[in-house]
């Protein structure tokens, strides 16, 4: 380099100090701390007004008064799928390879087919971790995916896979052991000792995915949090028993509560087990939700924790934290006690983003978003290039401000077990097979306050839902003559959304 270029080189350096910014290659890139629930509703969450008054998540509240709390997060169906959206930054449609094999919970995917986002993230200077549940085949991906894993892989070890609040098979790093204590309790340690840099390489930004197995079934507390909420009150869905006029008869087939003698609303079938005596005597329905609420409390301990180890190391003001969970769960809504249903109840999960000085503190955000959002967001903070079409979009206009406009449809969806090209193959050769657990596969776009439900088994019957006037979608509005200018909307957004993520399917 000549003197010329040095001088020059030098004086664009001057300026750019001396303007307050710096070249991108340069900038100092967030580390991504994402802490994922499973099975939690949005009305276990504190800071959401839809909780039960008496619910108490002190952690979680200020995560969310420093940051966006998202109003609906729609991230997948069941475990599987929304971790496969997760990984892949695609809707299960186009995560192709993915499948359920073997004994349950046991799956597989060609990693070739179908690559997971964080090694990207490796190869470009990351290092990156993964830490408790897993559910998204029986390779977990360390070495690959993974610098640093301490994973409970269900899948690996059917034997092991209903361990969730007991003794369980890890493997750290690739090498196996089995593991006594509270596994929330464990899995905010190995956590805490990662952002503090105890298994990691120090000069690197991190990624770290942090994976509970609360709050699912079968929902034990921590010892010192069982009866936390024995005297609570919960009133009972005022749809939880039939009927429910204008929804499809497949509800029917998934109600999952009874009466007992006295009328009180009692466990009946369900797809997930309950309670440390489930199977021996049946749940009412205000135990259930008291139960469930009480497994959280293990984990807002957690999110205080890691926050208070960000802020003593010094990486609070350059980590994005978020808070979510792999889906919802029905609490009594529509007769439910599980996921799978596309109803906000069943779906929609809790969503907290946080930067310090970058997410405005204490706001709320309307807009729904999905999981492959989320991942088109990170790639973009991180300045990494994705090398396979997502389906998400960045989402930083709305963290900068969450009432920025957003003209997009959000789209969701349930192709059951079934992913990639043969969800359009079953769709468009045997729609009548369709179902999942009794639950007809779907697609959801939601928009502007208001929600259509498509069924993709035929005869179902369509729904659609005002948001804002409804939100508990009791009153399906699919023949209502005043929505019907809304109906057509929403119907070509789905089918736009379909066709950008190339469905192969309406």
């Given at each position: 380099?000549?003197?010329?270029?040095?001088?020059?080189?030098?004086?664009?350096?001057?300026?750019?100090?001396?303007?307050?910014?710096?070249?991108?290659?340069?900038?100092?890139?967030?580390?991504?701390?994402?802490?994922?629930?499973?099975?939690?509703?949005?009305?276990?969450?504190?800071?959401?007004?839809?909780?039960?008054?008496?619910?108490?998540?002190?952690?979680?509240?200020?995560?969310?008064?420093?940051?966006?709390?998202?109003?609906?997060?729609?991230?997948?169906?069941?475990?599987?799928?929304?971790?496969?959206?997760?990984?892949?930054?695609?809707?299960?449609?186009?995560?192709?390879?993915?499948?359920?094999?073997?004994?349950?919970?046991?799956?597989?995917?060609?990693?070739?087919?179908?690559?997971?986002?964080?090694?990207?993230?490796?190869?470009?200077?990351?290092?990156?971790?993964?830490?408790?549940?897993?559910?998204?085949?029986?390779?977990?991906?360390?070495?690959?995916?993974?610098?640093?894993?301490?994973?409970?892989?269900?899948?690996?070890?059917?034997?092991?896979?209903?361990?969730?609040?007991?003794?369980?098979?890890?493997?750290?790093d690739g090498k196996e052991e089995w593991v006594d204590g509270y596994p929330a309790d464990n899995y905010a340690?190995?956590?805490?000792?990662?952002?503090?840099?105890?298994?990691?390489?120090?000069?690197?930004?991190?990624?770290?995915?942090?994976?509970?197995?609360?709050?699912?079934?079968?929902?034990?507390?921590?010892?010192?949090?069982?009866?936390?909420?024995?005297?609570?009150?919960?009133?009972?869905?005022?749809?939880?028993?039939?009927?429910?006029?204008?929804?499809?008869?497949?509800?029917?087939?998934?109600?999952?509560?009874?009466?007992?003698?006295?009328?009180?609303?009692?466990?009946?079938?369900?797809?997930?087990?309950?309670?440390?005596?489930?199977?021996?005597?049946?749940?009412?329905?205000?135990?259930?939700?008291?139960?469930?609420n009480e497994c959280v409390p293990a984990i807002d301990e957690g999110v205080g924790k890691l926050m208070a180890?960000?802020?003593?190391?010094?990486?609070?003001?350059?980590?994005?934290?978020?808070?979510?969970?792999?889906?919802?769960?029905?609490?009594?809504?529509?007769?439910?006690?599980?996921?799978?249903?596309?109803?906000?109840?069943?779906?929609?999960?809790?969503?907290?983003?946080?930067?310090?000085?970058?997410?405005?503190?204490?706001?709320?955000?309307?807009?729904?978003?999905?999981?492959?959002?989320?991942?088109?967001?990170?790639?973009?903070?991180?300045?990494?290039?994705?090398?396979?079409?997502?389906?998400?979009?960045?989402?930083?206009?709305?963290?900068?401000?969450?009432?920025?406009?957003?003209?997009?449809?959000?789209?969701?969806?349930?192709?059951?077990?079934?992913?990639?090209?043969?969800?359009?193959?079953?769709?468009?050769?045997?729609?009548?097979?369709?179902?999942?657990?009794?639950?007809?596969?779907?697609?959801?776009?939601?928009?502007?306050?208001?929600?259509?439900?498509?069924?993709?088994?035929?005869?179902?019957?369509?729904?659609?839902?005002?948001?804002?006037?409804?939100?508990?979608?009791?009153?399906?509005?699919?023949?209502?003559?005043?929505?019907?200018?809304?109906?057509?909307?929403?119907?070509?957004?789905?089918?736009?959304?379909?066709?950008?993520?190339?469905?192969?399917?309406?």
């Open positions: 380099m000549t003197t010329f270029h040095l001088r020059l080189h030098f004086l664009v350096t001057l300026l750019f100090i001396l303007s307050g910014t710096l070249p991108a290659a340069t900038a100092k890139r967030p580390n991504i701390l994402l802490i994922f629930a499973d099975d939690q509703s949005y009305k276990t969450v504190g800071c959401y007004p839809e909780a039960w008054p008496w619910v108490k998540t002190p952690n979680i509240d200020r995560l969310a008064a420093a940051g966006v709390r998202f109003h609906a997060a729609y991230l997948g169906a069941w475990c599987m799928p929304s971790r496969a959206s997760m990984l892949t930054g695609r809707h299960p449609h186009g995560v192709e390879s993915m499948r359920m094999e073997g004994k349950y919970p046991a799956s597989a995917y060609d990693p070739k087919q179908c690559p997971f986002w964080p090694a990207v993230f490796r190869q470009h200077g990351y290092h990156t971790a993964q830490i408790g549940k897993w559910h998204t085949g029986v390779d977990a991906g360390w070495g690959r995916d993974w610098d640093h894993q301490i994973v409970w892989n269900r899948p690996l070890h059917p034997e092991n896979a209903g361990a969730y609040y007991e003794r369980q098979i890890v493997a750290r340690q190995w956590a805490e000792d990662y952002i503090r840099g105890k298994t990691r390489t120090a000069d690197k930004p991190w990624f770290l995915w942090l994976c509970y197995g609360s709050i699912h079934g079968p929902s034990k507390p921590a010892a010192r949090h069982k009866g936390l909420y024995a005297n609570a009150a919960v009133p009972v869905p005022a749809d939880i028993f039939p009927p429910r006029p204008g929804k499809p008869d497949y509800l029917n087939r998934t109600q999952a509560w009874t009466k007992d003698a006295d009328g009180t609303p009692i466990a009946g079938k369900s797809g997930e087990t309950f309670g440390d005596e489930s199977g021996k005597k049946r749940q009412t329905y205000a135990g259930f939700v008291r139960q469930m180890a960000l802020k003593e190391t010094g990486q609070l003001d350059n980590t994005i934290v978020i808070y979510t969970a792999d889906q919802g769960f029905g609490m009594g809504e529509h007769g439910f006690r599980t996921k799978l249903g596309p109803y906000d109840a069943t779906y929609r999960s809790p969503l907290i983003i946080v930067q310090p000085g970058f997410t405005p503190a204490g706001t709320v955000c309307n807009v729904p978003v999905n999981a492959p959002d989320l991942i088109t967001t990170f790639a973009a903070q991180a300045g990494v290039t994705i090398p396979w079409a997502t389906h998400g979009r960045d989402l930083t206009p709305l963290l900068k401000n969450p009432a920025a406009p957003w003209p997009h449809p959000c789209l969701y969806e349930f192709s059951g077990e079934i992913y990639g090209s043969s969800v359009a193959k079953k769709v468009n050769s045997e729609p009548a097979n369709a179902l999942y657990h009794d639950v007809p596969w779907y697609a959801v776009v939601v928009q502007d306050g208001w929600k259509l439900i498509h069924y993709l088994k035929p005869g179902t019957g369509d729904e659609l839902y005002d948001l804002k006037r409804d939100p508990e979608e009791l009153t399906n509005r699919i023949t209502a003559p005043e929505a019907k200018e809304r109906l057509a909307t929403l119907r070509m957004a789905l089918k736009a959304e379909l066709d950008r993520t190339h469905a192969g399917w309406e």
